[in-house]
């Protein structure tokens, strides 16, 4: 199984700060990598696709880059609606499988 | 706009069955672009996917090896539905469970959630 290593595990932030999540691979996955956001009792919410493609609909603030192994999720500028957890996931090969997560708070 | 709609029992006894059902809008469980997906979610093991069915022209299921002995998920197509059947599930089991379409190497969109507790 291709294991997802998130980190940071947590972090504490202040609106309109830059934040970068980073998401590494156990074994290269291409770009077969996503990411999803979830607040506290909702189901998980898709925000990048194929490493760098924003869903329709999500904010241009939201950014993804990397391949291969190493992959990051940036927040250029965050805004009170972004505090959640946010998780990457690759669809490289079965099972798919999720990073631990990070949750970003309210510093 | 495709959307899931779970349903189900919240509640299952240990060594019983857990059985879900997710009901799809906007698109076919039948497609032959899309998988359907199940997924868990609990505070021990994070997001978990269970497994998929999907149709390229006959029918397919993966699964996830911690789960291949004791889950089945079918079509429905008459209902134009899926669902998930977990059996002798334990209080390990617990959690909350998600359906999802898979399409494009993604997950999106995903169902409201159920969480489900075992317990006698």
């Known amino acids: 199984d291709i294991q997802l290593t998130q980190s940071p595990s947590s972090l504490s932030a202040s609106e309109g700060d830059r934040v970068t999540i980073t998401c590494r691979a156990s074994?290269?996955?291409?770009?077969?990598l996503n990411w999803y956001q979830q607040k506290p009792g909702k189901a998980p919410k898709l925000l990048i696709y194929?490493?760098?493609s924003l869903q329709s609909g999500v904010p241009s603030r939201f950014s993804g880059s990397g391949a291969g192994t190493d992959f990051t999720l940036t927040i250029s500028s965050l805004q009170p609606e972004d505090f959640a957890t946010y998780y990457c996931?690759?669809?490289?090969?079965?099972?798919?499988?999720f990073g631990g997560g990070t949750k970003v708070e309210i510093k | 706009q495709v959307q899931l709609q779970q349903s189900g029992p919240g509640l299952v006894k240990p060594w019983q069955t857990l059985s879900l059902t997710c009901a799809i809008s906007?698109?076919?469980?039948?497609?032959?672009?899309?998988?359907w997906n199940w997924i868990r979610q609990s505070p021990s093991r994070g997001l978990e996917w269970l497994g998929r069915t999907y149709y390229r022209s006959k029918w397919n299921n993966d699964y996830a090896e911690s789960v291949k002995s004791r889950l089945t998920i079918n079509p429905d197509t008459s209902k134009n539905q899926f669902s998930l059947q977990l059996n002798s599930v334990t209080p390990e089991d617990t959690a909350i469970y998600y359906c999802?379409?898979?399409?494009?190497?993604?997950?999106?969109?995903w169902g409201q959630g159920t969480l489900v507790t075992v317990s006698s």
């Open positions: 074994q290269t996955i291409s770009s077969y």
């Open positions: 906007g698109d076919s469980v039948s497609s032959n672009s899309a998988t």
């Open positions: 999802s379409r898979g399409g494009e190497n993604y997950l999106d969109p």
């Open positions: 194929a490493a760098s």
């Open positions: 996931q690759q669809s490289y090969s079965t099972p798919l499988t």
